[in-house]
């Protein structure tokens, strides 16, 4: 007690009211969601008070849990599929557009720039609208369900991707491929053998980036969804949230939350052998935090 | 440059033909609905494709429904005061955060980055569902606020009250206002603070005059980037509240697109789209702006 009073008289030290505002800021924003986390593995089927522990909500319990209530698992199974899909399209489109975006000096690159951030700015709310009114009254073609959900989700996730590479490629700056084209490569060889190499740490993120968003994604998802059989793990949480009656909802959530994790941890651990293998300082995590990937 | 002239803007075109087929496209489809008709048998909307037969029905509708005191101008006014509150608040939360940690994060710098960015790979919906957990008459909150006996009966959060609403698009939003605000502050030189200070400024001074004005692009930045989703949420107020009294743009466009009356569901978007048209400018143009810096 007095050590803690000593501490926040020292006038030397780090602005304790600064340093005590920002512990409670993290503690309000992650304590809630570990204790979602903590209600998934209830022994009883409360969602709002710890009762023991059990993986009964994960697959045990026959009909209700996340493995055994086809509901859920079908959730489950629908945003990963979209996810890696939307991962495949979005980030070979990104790309090739950012270099576009970037190296192309001509007329209507400007107006070019400008339309494909422009979905980053649009509010889900007016894209989702947009898409679902399209896919009902134009394309009609293309179903509502998985189909116009995937083309959903890479719409936006392409700006995303836009962002990372062009952020990269700003940085670096054409010299190299100047230099590679002056000691006689083609363009394509510049392109393929100096810059890719270059660029593997920002398509890396760029993966990493639209998997992510694609599987947090709700407006476009419930828009764009079919029927129960289309819907996604955060549709589902919107649609059963005030009515769940166990805590498999919780559980649901929370395999996400560990699929996340998971990817994360690949994620910086690749991106810090990348940066080690060119002999650079690794903080992914500063990196990320300070946009510049 | 060496490459071809066409080489470049040829990588765009596919990039470029998927955005216009699924993003301009549809955004003009949103038009032709709103100015579109109505079946008189099925009452599903027509879209309507020539401007020139466009009709004004819809929108004629929201106009009114915007009278003081009527419909839309009810939920208007709502949704402009919710989100100011909640940015008012977010910044009064998110500010102090990113500047302790750019300027005195020292050896715990990297662990209060994981947590700031952690929130960035957490569902929204799965945030919101946290709450909803700890927020039931039974739920913790209550528990803890009757043990320091503040309440003396567990209180009902969920069931409407603008505040729950009001503090859950804080704590959905919050993270992504930090997250620019600390790239801004962390990118101010020290040497600009040390200069302030050997001439005489006071720490306050310093920080009026050096640090604030310079981290006002991060503050800007931040704010159009968490106001914009806000404007176009339902899903925080639906879950967190669920009554028409909470309602705000978004629950009303999503009732009137999923509902009977399709048109003036799209001609709401496009009155959103049109009220959030200088934010959305204003952002990219920021982003052009710091691009130009880093590059040639």
């Known amino acids: 007690m007095r050590g803690a009073l000593a501490w926040w008289r020292n006038p030397w030290g780090r602005p304790r009211f600064l340093f005590l505002f920002t512990l409670v800021y993290m503690a309000w924003s992650i304590v809630p969601i570990l204790m979602a986390v903590r209600f998934s593995f209830n022994d009883g089927r409360s969602r709002s008070t710890a009762q023991g522990w059990s993986t009964r909500w994960y697959w045990q319990e026959p009909d209700l849990s996340v493995w055994n209530d086809p509901s859920l698992r079908q959730a489950l199974f629908q945003s990963l599929e979209l996810a890696s899909l939307a991962m495949l399209i979005a980030v070979p489109l990104g790309v090739a557009l950012a270099l576009s975006l ?26 989702g609208t947009a898409l679902f009114l399209t896919f009902v009254h134009l394309f009609r073609f293309v179903e509502l369900g998985t189909t116009a959900q995937l083309l959903g989700h890479v719409t936006f996730s392409i700006a995303f991707v836009i962002i990372v590479v062009r952020g990269r490629l700003l940085s670096i700056g054409p010299e190299y491929e100047e230099a590679a084209q002056d000691l006689g490569a083609s363009p394509v060889q510049a392109l393929r053998l100096v810059l ?14 639209v998997f992510a968003i694609s599987i947090d994604d709700f407006v476009i998802s419930a828009f764009l969804s079919r029927d129960a059989s289309t819907e996604t793990v955060p549709v589902k949480i919107y649609a059963n949230a005030r009515g769940a009656p166990t805590p498999a ?28 293998a060119r002999g650079e300082r690794a903080a992914a995590i500063e990196d990320f935090a300070q946009m510049r990937l | 440059m060496r490459y071809p002239r066409w080489f470049w803007a040829a990588f765009g075109a596919p990039g470029l033909l998927w955005i216009g087929v699924l993003f301009l496209v549809p955004l003009y489809v949103i038009l032709a609905v709103a100015m579109g ?4 048998i099925f009452l599903s909307p027509v879209p309507v494709w020539n401007p020139l037969d466009w009709s004004t029905t819809a929108f004629e509708q929201i106009i009114e429904g915007l009278g003081p005191g009527e419909q839309f101008f009810v939920v208007f006014v709502r949704t402009f005061v919710y989100v100011a509150l909640a940015l008012a608040l977010s910044l009064a939360i998110g500010y102090p955060v990113a500047y302790f940690i750019a300027r005195h994060g020292g050896r715990f710098k990297g662990l209060l980055l994981v947590g700031l960015v952690a ?3 957490i569902s929204y919906l799965m945030r919101m569902l946290a709450w909803v957990n700890l927020l039931q008459d039974e739920g913790y909150v209550n528990r803890a606020l009757m043990a320091l006996e503040l309440l003396d009966t567990p209180r009902n959060w969920l069931d409407g009250r603008a505040s729950t609403v009001i503090l859950g698009l804080v704590y959905g939003y919050v993270p992504f206002l930090i997250l620019p605000l600390y790239a801004a502050l962390d990118r101010i030189p020290r040497d600009l603070l040390e200069a302030a200070r050997d001439l005489g400024a006071s720490s306050a001074q310093a920080f009026r005059r050096v640090t604030l004005p310079l981290s006002k692009p991060g503050i800007l930045a931040g704010s159009v980037i968490i106001a914009l989703p806000m404007f176009g949420d339902y899903y925080t107020p ?15 466009i999503n009732l009137y ?7 003036v569901g799209a001609a709401l978007t496009v009155v959103l789209m049109l ?16 691009a130009r810096e880093l590059g040639p």
């Open chain 1, 249 to 276: 909802l919780n559980a649901l959530a929370s395999v996400m939350l560990f699929a996340a994790m998971l990817a994360i941890a690949l994620a910086v651990g690749a991106y810090k052998l990348a940066q080690r």
């Open chain 2, 37 to 40: 008709t109505v079946d008189p």
């Open chain 2, 275 to 290: 009220l959030l048209v200088v934010l959305m400018v204003y952002y990219l143009a920021s982003m052009a702006r710091s």
């Open chain 2, 257 to 263: 697109i999923h509902g009977p009356q399709v048109t």
């Open chain 1, 102 to 127: 970037t190296r192309w000096r001509g007329r209507g690159a400007g107006s070019a720039r400008f339309v494909s951030l422009f979905p980053i700015v649009t509010p889900e709310i007016v894209m």
């Open chain 1, 196 to 209: 890719m190499p270059l660029l593997v740490p920002a398509i890396f993120a760029s993966l990493m980036i």
């Open chain 2, 238 to 252: 639906d879950l967190l509240s669920g009554s028409p009294r909470t309602n705000i743009i978004g629950n009303q």
């Open chain 2, 119 to 121: 929130p960035f790979w």
